[in-house]
């Protein structure tokens, strides 16, 4: 029953083979490794009046020149992640860009903020999206939380029917908003530019404003830098892109890049030519939209693609976080199963983990996330700082043809991330100060499990010098509960070895059963010993044990094996179970746990 | 570490030739076994009231008739209970008693009610004495459920630690509670003869009220008889006593109906006299209180105490509910770990689960269990109703010397209870309903367990006529997962064995892997033979079960046995286990549930 409806949530399986037909053609590459960029317009700019309105609507020009710095950035990062997808045509990103030109410290910084950055994804961009819908529909509110918890079990199980279903679902919204967009900032424009916006709307560009400061303008530029979150998502997403990968990788990213720049530059625009301020209750994309086409169908289109691409958002946490995973898995730093593919091919241990991490973050937070969007911008930022200095290493060292070129771009983009970095630590330190502390224990933790993998390998290799002593006998102890039908066809099984010896073993709690049982079992098994044990305190497994070790010495002087076999019915049904007390399972587990011992189940299969 | 905490809590286990010394004596018995029933002193002639104020303050005075109709069901309750006591010394209460005269599905209907009602008692009593203390302090009003679930962990710990150790503690409170309210009556009572309370505060026993009717005076007489609930405490317990235990029951038994018969008949008559009208927002007993003392110490005394043995009541669930599933588990009709001790000789498993089952039932209806109470009382009735008829049977079919008054005595008390069972339903029909939903669930549920465990008798049993066939030769197969250390150790068990034929199996994802590890093996193990499978969808388990198969059906026709013999390394501690897929533990349980072969797991232990 929970195998057909696993079936039917995510389909069936599919062969190993069948990996190349799940590969994205670049028009779903775009939608859905950019949706988490792209829906960043709807909030960027709007941080940038946010800082400026501090000093006066007068410092709204400021805006202007702002974006253009955030443009230069993009640029500068879109161009970056350019030659990281050619340079790491495997799949680059920060993690590994990192890694291999810095060492692995710097690689690990970068691995473990993306990991953490990723989950904030899903949980923040959830959250924003079921707060667009609940504004809505104020009927909704109060059912935050279980909403945004519902979208993101709907993209979990999206995305565990695999990459290319998940996109053409996704396809639609991301598309549907890039048009929206399109049309209300082609529209504003053609009415600013034929005079249908009042000029005086807004002080003109240059206008000298009284007590702004460098530090300010530098807090509205890092504030508006958050709307490039996401752009790293395409170069680690290389191996999803149908052959060949890192072209078609390196055309969608310049794809990615040019529509951000231009919704950007739009919003930014209208927002100054229309003179909006920020307010709280209504976010600077509804105001722009509500002064273009009123309360208009087209105005609740606007908002309702904006609402869908946000909850979408967090779809690129899904695409980019199991392959982080898989690079990290790799080199032993994450536990192994985020290797294993699933059913339908996706790295389904990595997409479920970061499914329930969110939904914890969620619940933790109460889908009020809105102080976690700086925590998750420095997030971005320190991998991408951490990137770009790498490739400014890897340029510097091998001296390719035409280097510096490359050099250069990568130099100006890391010494910007660094630069918006440190202005985050510093205008924003109370909500990102967590950083500090989780990165160094991710990155402890990541140096933990290297180890053990690392010992346990070292364990598990084959010393061919040595020949181990080959066993020469063989004891068997047989925990018994009584004269059953399953004792009698586990000793035909352990006569069946033809050991050198078996002991029945009973634990009695009281002393009339053992006499009882001793009569009985001498009529019944003459050839088997029987040992009695009393057990005061009611407890099996103490005096089994202290008689196994008993055994275990003598047998180990003489280089015998014991193997402890333990008789066990099988119930017809599974809640047949919950009916038995099934000291069995107890005592194979402690057994196993804490004694040389090799034990034996010998199961017995009730037919009703 | 979890071991010394269960030993700070709980204190050392106990030897099983140590259960005498937890034996009650009279003292602690009427302590620990009659919370219940006096506790509900502090809220039955409430209930009275609450039902007459409906016609008016004037029908006041027929709360002391109905107090006398409770009276001489509480005696007949008694003098029955007595009786039962010294015909089941073993412990008797409704299951035992309605089973050995009426038969299996009467027994179980009380036995199946009483459960219920046990888990009903802790909830209920716990909440209702939270709600007194946030009453007190309405800073910790919000705080309800947490605190009533504090109680519940509370009474589970001091029953797990004992019947003795919990009388100690519990003994105070029960009789502060006692010695409080006969102060209060005492002092009432003298006012009142002194003229100290105005007698015009009363209407006069035998004033004509219009509209009363048979109807209303029922209902309030039903309501007032769940004053009762808890009576049949001791006579489910007697184990608990001291020996000569059926004569200490007895006494105590009569000690706490005189006890409850003074309080009730003391608090109905001071309520009368001072003309007290029931309120929502303080109870009777509180407002004689107050009118008795004023707002003095001595009424805070007896408001704590009020509180206090409400909580305390809930222990009468703690007491009885282990005993009476002892019971139904002897007979097989619920799980038999409920029979089984634990470390300090109470049945662990059956206070665990009560105290689960009560927080449970507190979360579910946020410690708000006010419309449990008619529910609960309902679930005293029946069982009342079924024992006492049983008794009637048991006199009326063996005749003893002088039975007919004991006929008498239980005849009356079956007749009250059962009028009492059909006022609640027809009178609440609305809040008890439930109970004849899941009564019958539970009585189906009993049947079924008690013939599963008699089918598992069945096949355990040894039939001695048919001598099975030995076992001819052993087939071992040892998936593997590589060559490593691991495997080294296994095969060298399996060798060990000197089987007929020893098979490594290797499952592999890819094809080279497949070659590589073929290549190697031939060098490593040359008399191994190694089979490797390959699997299409990236699972161990479905390729190695496939050939288990085909193994298994060759070896059972020449009556080979098989064996899985698994490699597994065990981590050096807990937490490593996550960083491994233990593909181990998952064929071990596959296996075992589906096929007929043998289980062993050699344990490599890691030493780092």
Partial sequence: MILSLKRFLIGRPLKT????????????????????????????????????????????????????????????????????????????????????????????????????????????????????????????????????????????????????????????????????????????????????VSPELHTPIGTPVAGISLFLLLRAFASGSSALTGVEAISNAIPNFKDPAPNNAAKTLMMMGALLAILLSGIVILAYNYGITPRAEVTVVSQIAEATFGRSYMYFFIQATTALILILAANTGYSAFPLLAVNLAKDKFIPRMFLSRGDRLGYSNGIIILGFASILLILAFLAETEHLIPLYAVGVFVPFTLSQTGMMVKWYREKPEGWLPKFIINTIGAFISLMVTLIFFITKFSQVWSILIFVPIIVFVFHRIRKHYEDVGNQLRIQTCEASMPIEGNVIIVPVAGITTVVENTLKYAKGLSPDQIIAVYVAFEREDEKKLEEKWKKWQPDVRLVTLHSHYRSIIKPLTKFIDTVEHKAGEANHQVTVVIPQFIPKKGWHNILHNQSGIMIRTLLMLRRNVVISTVPYHLIK
Avoid: C, M
């Fill in 17 to 196: 083979t069948e990996a190349g037909e799940q590969k994205l053609t670049k028009a779903k590459a775009l939608a859905i490794l950019s949706s988490d960029a792209l829906s960043s317009v709807a909030y960027g700019p709007e941080q940038i009046l946010i800082v400026l309105v501090t000093i006066g609507a007068a410092a709204f020009w400021y805006s202007i020149p702002i974006a253009i710095g955030v443009l230069i950035l993009l640029s500068a990062l879109i161009l970056s992640y350019r030659q990281i997808i050619f340079a790491y045509p495997q799949g680059g990103g920060a993690y590994v860009v990192s890694k291999s030109n810095l060492g692995i410290n710097p690689g690990l910084i970068a691995g473990g903020s993306l990991l953490v950055d990723y989950i904030l994804t899903v949980a923040v961009s959830v959250s924003a999206g079921t707060d667009a819908i609940t504004s809505a529909f104020p009927a909704l509110h109060g059912f935050n939380v279980q909403i945004a918890i519902v979208f993101v079990i709907f993209l979990t199980i999206l995305n565990l029917r695999g990459v290319t279903e998940s996109a053409s679902v996704l396809a639609y919204p991301v598309y549907l908003f890039v048009l929206a967009l399109f049309i209300l900032i082609g529209v504003g424009l053609y009415r600013i530019l034929t005079g249908g």
